[in-house]
């Protein structure tokens, strides 16, 4: 039974990758009228008789969506019932569910009446929220086995402050990131790092700040995980978990700057631009583990 429920809780984690992804796609094609205003019919039919590849995409995020649902919910429901003893366990299985929903919601409400560029960059946020709540999940089922055993870690009051406050303000530089896409305003600055556009100034326009906003809150993330990264890597041999953990966070956050600087190189390549998405969302799931590290830790109580 329990092996049966790591394999269901690792094919919903990998599902719920896509679920992000597909909502990446379809901002970064401009797919979220593929259907119309038709919701969750597509043009009020199953399948519609005229195939565009909009509605392809968008149709094809709907229908991995809610196989999605389906699988958080059996995952949610079954891990409650075998690993419910497990303090974590009822908190990440409601958390998971709960925000999937509403992601599902604000989705359904933008097709059907339409939502300003700042109500739908917190689409692809909320979406993080319940991914990474399965992520959790998953780690848990797989505890069982004490692969992953989070009691013995030992961590200081001030490595409490940088994993709590980096996972909060990465979240405001994931938000910064949708804003970017949902106003459109990726390329509205042609070179990189700065906004020079022919002229150095500050930026003339809300797109223009918006970019650099993004830029900005980026760059400092970067340079916050670098200098916990190099903390861990002094004080945190011994806790290999920790110790990994902030090496992979910060090869995640540079891969993410190289991405989002390709972006503009190869002048919004789709590919790169879907990488961008992959790298901030895999970085989440690394910062929400840390927290519940933070939550087992003996020194932080």
Known sequence: MRRSLKWLAVATTIVMIFILLGGALVTKTDSGMGCGRSWPLCHGKILPSEITPDLIIELAHRLVSGIGGLMVLILSLWSWKAIGHIRETKFLSFLSLFFLVLQGLIGAAAVKWGQSDFVLALHF????????????????????????????????????????????????????????????????????????????????????????????????????????????????????????????????????????????????????????ALFITFLFGVLSYFILLLSRSKRYH
């Open 125 to 276: 946020g909320i979406s993080l929220i319940s991914f990474a709540a399965v992520f959790l999940l998953t780690l848990l089922i797989f505890e069982i086995d004490k692969k992953f055993d989070a009691e013995k870690l030992l961590i200081d009051k001030r490595m409490g402050f940088h994993i709590v406050s980096i996972s909060i303000y990465s979240y405001l530089v994931i938000y910064t990131g949708a804003l970017v896409r949902h106003t459109k305003s990726s390329l509205i600055c042609r070179d990189w790092p700065l906004c020079l556009n022919d002229s150095p100034s500050l930026p003339g326009n809300l797109y223009e700040w918006v970019q650099m906003g993004h830029r900005a809150a980026a760059g400092i993330l970067f340079l916050w995980i670098a200098y916990v990264t190099y903390m861990a890597i002094l004080h945190y041999k011994e806790q290999k978990v920790l110790y990994w953990g902030w090496i992979v966070a910060f090869v995640l956050v540079s891969l993410q700057v190289i991405a989002g600087a390709f972006i503009i190189f190869s002048r919004l390549n789709l590919y790169i631009a879907l990488l961008h």
